[in-house]
């Protein structure tokens, strides 16, 4: 693992050893086995994991929001899992409790709600924080619903942009509300919520008999990196008497910069914000925490009162024990990665500017996604703008495959509305430099020139 760790930060080597699903089957003996295997056989099941793995430190590594591997939190998981405790009690997991209570109250605090006051936990991913903050936003509302069900309840309508993540239809989905109970709000050309639109959309649902419950504005969205107008869309959710979710999963942590946080501003008006430490601030994965204003609303949607667990003449303050306010039972430590890289570093977020070459065209970066198409020399210079785009959407897709075949960086791809695909570089890991970023696209170039 050492050894992994030291060939991760080397520029030498591969990001990925590539191979498909069905040969990388072949390679090893990957089957389980009625008799134990030797330690030499575990050993060598090891390094095969570990040779195949994607190297997600590698500073050439541009793949995902979530990249890097910090000594701290590295150390802190090694702790965690030697703990090996479950957080739903204060008595099987005192100190990990309390750390849970500090930072997430810092972390309100830093939201801008008074004294840090509030109710949040730490949960499986930014989908399942922005699902628990649809779910606090029903209970809310018709609190009925716990016990009666949907049919208890009037048909319930909810808002996001056209940009927000899928994890909003999906939570939607999972709480019975339905995906087609989403509303999408159109976005600019910069992919930033258009509040005009969004009153207009919410003014339409009343008119049908349908119930607006829950707005979910998003800080960073995955791919442009855009930044809601959070707020004009703070003032709207007021006027309607609407729950105002901020998904800052990515975004989020521009909260700890001096420079950019004004990105958030209105943050504090919201009724919950998701923030996933485990990206911008490089924690290692999991670490995504929920943020609700409201004390209390958490115990009382969720709380199910299992008498085995939660007994209520225990020796201490019953506050601590937060079990009962998830949707898990069992629920894994996530908390000391984020409290001992707190304490030992002072967060940082740098800005990075990227000069682009002739044959390569941007979208304008708000955040530290980079979006742009390459235009190979066979592209670059037609002039029939339909065949031109056709062209140009298979251009990505290719460049990428060979990329994975030489395992030399990785960087992602997609389209977006009416845009063909486009490369989208996500710059996160604290250990790339301008000389990292420069590669990408020296490679891009080299294993496009043919194109």
Not at 310 to 328: H, I, N, P, R, V
Not at 398 to 407: D, N
Request: with cysteine; net charge neutral; glycine share 6%.
């Amino acid at each position: 693992m050492l050894a992994y760790i030291v060939e991760s930060f080397d520029r030498s080597t591969k990001v990925i050893d590539f191979h498909y699903p069905n040969e990388l089957l072949q390679r090893n003996n990957w089957e389980l086995s009625d008799e134990p295997e030797t330690l030499d056989d575990i050993l060598i099941s090891c390094r095969a994991t570990l040779k195949y793995a994607i190297k997600t430190a590698h500073p050439r590594y541009f793949n995902q929001l979530s990249t890097g591997l910090d000594m701290v939190g590295l150390a802190a998981d090694w702790l965690t899992s030697t703990a090996n405790t479950n957080m739903f009690t204060y008595e099987v997991a005192p100190v990990f409790v309390l750390l849970e209570y500090v930072t997430l109250k810092k972390m309100r605090e830093i939201i801008g709600w008074q004294e840090g006051h509030g109710d949040g936990i730490f949960s499986p991913g930014g989908a399942i924080s922005n699902m628990y903050a649809m779910l606090l936003a029903r209970y809310k509302m018709f609190p009925e619903v716990k016990e009666k069900g949907m049919s208890s309840v009037p048909r319930l309508v909810a808002f996001t942009s056209e940009h927000s993540h899928f994890s909003i239809k999906k939570g939607a989905a999972a709480l019975g509300i339905g995906t087609e109970s989403v509303i999408c709000i159109k976005a600019d050309e910069r992919g930033k919520m258009i509040p005009s639109d969004l009153e207009r959309r919410i003014v339409e649902a009343k008119q049908k008999g349908y119930v607006p419950f829950f707005v979910s504005a998003t800080a960073g969205t995955t791919v442009y990196g855009a930044f809601d107008p959070l707020m004009a869309i703070a003032d709207i959710c007021k006027k309607h008497d609407i729950w105002m979710h901020v998904d800052g999963a990515w975004g989020g942590s521009l909260l700890m910069s001096r420079k950019h946080r004004w990105k958030l501003n209105g943050v504090e008006r919201a009724n919950s914000m998701t923030w996933n430490p485990h990206k911008m601030m490089a924690v290692p994965l999991q670490c995504s925490a929920l943020l609700v204003r409201e004390e209390g609303l958490m115990q009382s949607c969720n709380q199910m009162q299992a008498c085995y667990l939660f007994q209520q003449d225990k020796q201490y303050d019953l506050s601590y024990d937060t079990g009962d306010k998830a949707l898990q039972c069992g629920r894994h430590v996530d908390i000391f990665k984020l409290w001992l890289m707190w304490r030992a570093k002072v967060c940082v977020l740098c800005e990075c500017k990227l000069m682009l070459s002739g044959g390569l065209m941007s979208l304008q970066p708000q955040h530290t996604n980079v979006c742009f198409w390459y235009l190979p020399p066979g592209v670059r210079y037609l002039e029939d703008k339909v065949e031109k785009m056709k062209r140009l959407h298979k251009v990505a897709p290719v460049i990428k495959a060979r990329m994975m075949e030489y395992g030399t960086t990785m960087v992602s791809y997609q389209p977006q509305g009416d845009k063909v695909n486009f490369f989208r570089m996500v710059i996160s890991n604290p250990a790339a430099t301008f000389e990292d970023i420069d590669f990408l696209i020296e490679e891009i170039e080299r294993l496009g020139q043919d194109l």
